[in-house]
């Protein structure tokens, strides 16, 4: 090989080539990791037989070999996922599901695509939840699909270590997997339900493979280029249906505002759906103004034969999409008033009087502070935007100040509009906790989408570092 400082015209080649490829916008990884990964592999590929072979060489034989730009692919694409990341939006997606079934009937399935899929564990994720909301699996269809051979035969595997269950609570995990010596082996029951193939999400092909009621199409976005961006967003919405719905990951809620699309005010679930009917992201895609792009959101048929082409699976580098939050117990709401009051005879009174929160002392504990923010969280989830605002607000004038309490009326702020009430509280978030991993994350998508692309780049530096810490 050729001293590496005089490759530096072969490493932009290659770099041009995975753009190409799979819309990878090389800045957003870094051109070391780039350099890296053709490094690995043209080492590779000359002790397979080439071992006098330069780097040029090796991209001469890439231009031939398909084989060859896979491997490199694969070397680039390093799954980071787990189940339920941002368990939010599985959650809104069992809802939703269930309402769309209630309203056209069982006769047409409910069709959900999962894309890039990586491993497996957001279409598991998919189904599981499905399952678990009661919905019989004859009434839905999960397709999921990535770039990574290797990724999708981890996932028709089914069998997951450690790292694949982030934080401390798995009750899915006892329903659904058995232990076994070379980690947790999910359910047939829940495998058979998911369909894989191979599929590049810059070459979908709408006519083989209809439309879908809900994408799910979460951090991959951001390592595109606006141009590459605009691409896969037209495949997207090739597949998405009339009235379908489309979930992304955190950092990417910016992007879906600037093309139009609306974000459906679920807290902290990422969901968009188009602005106006008929109004599809492959036409001229007008740029919503701010005020109108509404805020962030919090927010078996056989499938056609797909031919193997050559979807960026999930991201390489897991940022800023924090650890996802466990499943809210009913139980989180005890402090405060949210049901209605009756009357001293039993009857419900004639007007519903406003929640209000239950007088605390001032040095609350710990375990109540989570209690009261999981109670505000619970309000937000049921689409009591307005009452969580006002539990947050009502408990910060009682209590010392906290991280997740500003980042929730931030998230809270936004999915209402009002950006600069949200950047304010994303601020304060991170005055208290500097490392704050989901405050970084949106206000870094603040930033981009005013235009402040240096700013957000920082952002996106501090959250992927705080997370990383995180799982340290």
Aim: one cysteine or more.
């Amino acid at each position: 090989m050729n001293a590496h400082h005089d490759n530096a015209p072969l490493y932009r080649r290659f770099a041009e080539l995975l753009h190409r490829t799979i819309g990878l916008d090389a800045a957003s990884l870094g051109h070391s990791a780039i350099e890296r990964a053709v490094d690995l592999r043209a080492a590779a590929w000359c002790a397979d037989g080439h071992a006098d072979a330069s780097l040029a060489d090796y991209w001469d034989a890439a231009q031939t070999s398909p084989a060859i730009v896979q491997a490199l692919v694969e070397t680039i694409v390093v799954p980071e996922t787990w189940f339920y990341r941002d368990a939010d939006a599985f959650r809104a997606l069992a809802r939703l599901a269930q309402e769309r079934l209630d309203q056209r009937g069982t006769a047409l399935p409910v069709r959900i695509l999962s894309l890039p899929c990586s491993t497996g564990e957001e279409p598991y994720t998919i189904a599981m939840s499905l399952l678990d909301a009661g919905i019989d699996p004859a009434h839905w269809r999960i397709d999921a699909m990535d770039i990574s051979e290797r990724a999708l035969a981890h996932a028709r595997r089914a069998v997951y270590g450690r790292n694949s269950f982030r934080g401390n609570a798995f009750p899915f995990r006892d329903a659904h997997f058995t232990r076994s010596e070379d980690g947790w082996r999910l359910a047939p029951r829940i495998v058979d339900t998911v369909r894989f193939a191979q599929v590049n999400l810059m070459q979908l092909d709408a006519a083989a493979l209809g439309v879908y009621d809900f994408v799910f199409c979460r951090n991959v976005l951001i390592y595109f280029d606006r141009d590459a961006q605009h691409s896969a967003l037209q495949s997207l919405d090739s597949v998405l249906a009339e009235n379908g719905m489309l979930f992304v990951g955190p950092s990417e809620t910016g992007l879906l505002m600037r093309h139009g699309m609306q974000s459906a005010k679920i807290p902290l679930a990422f969901a968009f759906y188009r602005a106006e009917p008929g109004n599809a992201l492959a036409g001229t895609w007008p740029t919503a103004p701010l005020a109108d792009a509404a805020a962030l959101a919090m927010t078996h048929a056989p499938v056609p034969a797909l031919a193997p082409l050559q979807v960026f699976a999930a991201r390489p580098f897991a940022w800023p999409d924090p650890v996802s939050r466990e499943p809210l117990d009913a139980s989180a709401s005890t402090r405060l008033n949210l049901t209605k009051e009756t009357s001293r005879d039993g009857n419900a009174p004639q007007a519903p009087k406003p929640f209000t929160i239950a007088s605390t002392p001032t040095n609350l504990p710990a375990s109540a502070a989570l209690d009261t923010l999981q109670a505000a969280h619970a309000l937000a989830d049921a689409g009591r935007l307005s009452e969580a605002a006002a539990a947050l607000t009502a408990y910060l004038e009682q209590h010392a100040p906290h991280a997740d309490a500003f980042y929730l009326l931030g998230v809270l702020a936004d999915a209402s509009g009002e950006t600069n009430r949200a950047r304010g509280h994303y601020r304060k978030a991170l005055y208290l906790d500097p490392q704050h991993a989901e405050a970084l994350a949106h206000l870094a998508t603040l930033l981009e989408l005013e235009g402040d692309r240096g700013g957000a780049r920082l952002l996106k530096q501090r959250a992927s570092r705080a997370q990383g810490a995180q799982r340290d």
